[in-house]
């Protein structure tokens, strides 16, 4: 690939050389929204806007083929907006610059806006196709997915009126995506009056650090240690062991990372002071041997601390660290379908936000929303028996497989006629737009595919040119088999 004019298929290179002129940051997307209906009048193509901003472009049939089921082919039009330091640009008016390297296609210093843009430019080369095959067609282009979905959240039931739907932001060219995680959050609040330290206790900090960390969801099958788990644990052996009080605790961060550090400010009586020390040197070292493979660069650090004012009265202190000690984390259940997490629960911090008040925040995902719900359950009752406030968030739906899909039946046989290979076919353990579409459209069936992209969201995002080419000849046969 030496330049831009031997890119293949022509004209959706020259769509997404034509997008990439329209700034589109999510939630500033006006531009692109009028962009897409421009384009809609000049090709006297029928298209509708709704309130959220999604915009939806209709093609009939071609000639013969109008008894074929309605295909929605989506994108989202917003992109994310990153940058290197030493690049000037204004993503709200400037263009994005590319460049060919080999086989990939990248920006200029900045994010390529591939995701979801490669999809959005096959929608509209499709639109405007003559020599393509195909049913009715509705081309949708939903607005701010990439900051939470809320795009596809304000889409109204009825909106889009097709039978399936083929969703394009994906990111693994041969791999047909059937189904992605609903989630929600749990929260637990524990109040108590602090209790003014006893005499006696010798005070010591706790960290647990280093920790490799990743995404709740798609790293949750990773083994990757949970740092708040692993320092509960400590804390529940060493209350069993000498009565240890907690005075702070400040553990884990955002509610969809697992969780790389926590630290807790604990009191044990003076005369356990060189014992609990050996059993924090042991403790550590069968952890690491536990993860060995995953977590090569742990560290357990144990100092002594100034005496605090105020431990955990011992009943709370006891509630807490046995919750803590109880409750789900990591895998619930494995996709009966494929080889994938069906249900995750994610610890993902404890923090005593003021003297008084800790606040244990924790993320559940599932491609079924029943065992969302079971699965969130499981965390509400295990800190409301431990006394603590709790609240189920309303989260985000999932999108479940469906084993007697028409449109994947065609879809893989497509792929398998065309490349001589079979595709993989998986699931996701994290949101896509479909999970929204399933709630909204019960009965829509769905694939999601699209061109192999790297490095999405940051500076060093790159679409793999021949991918689009694949994906394009994919879609076409797909379209004209349905
Ligand atoms: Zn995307």
Redo the contacts with the bound molecule.
């Keep these: 690939m030496a330049n831009s004019n031997q890119l293949q298929p022509a004209s959706v290179f020259e769509m997404f050389a034509l997008i990439n002129k329209v700034p589109r940051p999510s939630k500033h997307e006006e531009q692109m929204i009028e962009f897409l209906v421009d384009f809609a009048k000049k090709n006297n193509l029928q298209y509708k806007v709704d309130d959220t901003g999604n915009v939806l472009i209709s093609k009939p049939a071609t000639l013969g083929m109008e008894d074929r089921p309605t295909v929605i082919l989506q994108s989202?039009m917003d992109m994310v907006c990153e940058k290197n330091n030493d690049v000037q640009m204004d993503f709200l008016k400037d263009p994005i610059q590319t460049w060919i390297d080999g086989e990939w296609m990248k920006a200029k210093g900045t994010t390529l806006g591939a995701?979801?843009g490669i999809g959005c430019a096959m929608e509209l080369a499709l639109l405007v196709d003559e020599s393509v095959k195909h049913g009715p067609i509705q081309c949708v282009f939903t607005r701010d997915?990439?900051t939470g979905l809320t795009g596809a959240e304000g889409m109204q039931p009825g909106f889009m009126d097709g039978d399936m739907l083929i969703n394009l932001?994906s990111e693994d060219e041969g791999q047909i995506f059937v189904s992605c995680a609903g989630g929600c959050r749990t929260e637990a609040v524990f109040t108590f009056t602090p209790e003014p330290t006893p005499e006696g206790l010798f005070f010591l900090r706790l960290q647990v650090k280093g920790l490799m960390g990743g995404h709740s969801g798609d790293d949750i099958d990773k083994k990757r240690a949970n740092a708040n788990k692993i320092l509960a644990r400590f804390l529940y052996t060493s209350l069993k062991r000498y009565g240890l009080r907690l005075s702070d605790i400040q553990a884990g961060g955002l509610h969809n990372a697992i969780p790389r550090e926590a630290e807790a400010l604990v009191a044990v009586p003076v005369k356990y002071k060189e014992q609990i020390r050996i059993d924090w040197n042991l403790f550590a070292a069968d952890v690491e041997e536990e993860f060995r493979v995953t977590e090569p660069s742990m560290q357990f650090l144990l100092e002594s601390a100034d005496a605090a004012d105020t431990v955990l009265p011992a009943d709370v202190n006891y509630r807490l660290i046995s919750a803590l000690q109880a409750v789900h984390n990591g895998i619930l259940a494995m996709s009966q379908d494929m080889e994938l997490v069906e249900t995750s629960s994610n610890l993902a911090s404890i923090r005593q936000e003021a003297p008084g008040r800790i606040r244990i925040n924790s993320s559940q995902r599932s491609s079924f929303m029943s065992n969302r719900h079971n699965m969130a359950n499981t965390i509400a009752a295990t800190f409301e028996l431990a006394g603590a406030e709790v609240n189920i968030g309303e989260g985000y739906p999932g999108w479940k497989p469906n084993p007697d899909s028409r449109l994947l039946k065609v879809t893989v046989e497509q792929y398998e006629r065309l490349f001589g290979r079979k595709p993989i076919v998986r699931g996701i353990h994290a949101g896509l737009e479909c999970g929204l579409f399933s709630e909204k459209y019960p009965n829509l069936d769905m694939v999601s595919f699209g061109p192999t992209l790297r490095g999405?969201h940051s500076p060093d995002e790159r679409l793999e040119i021949k991918t689009v080419d694949l994906v394009w000849k994919h879609l076409l046969a797909v379209l004209e088999n349905i």
Excluded: K
Aim: glycine share 0%.
């Design positions: 989202h995701d979801d997915e990439e932001d999405v």
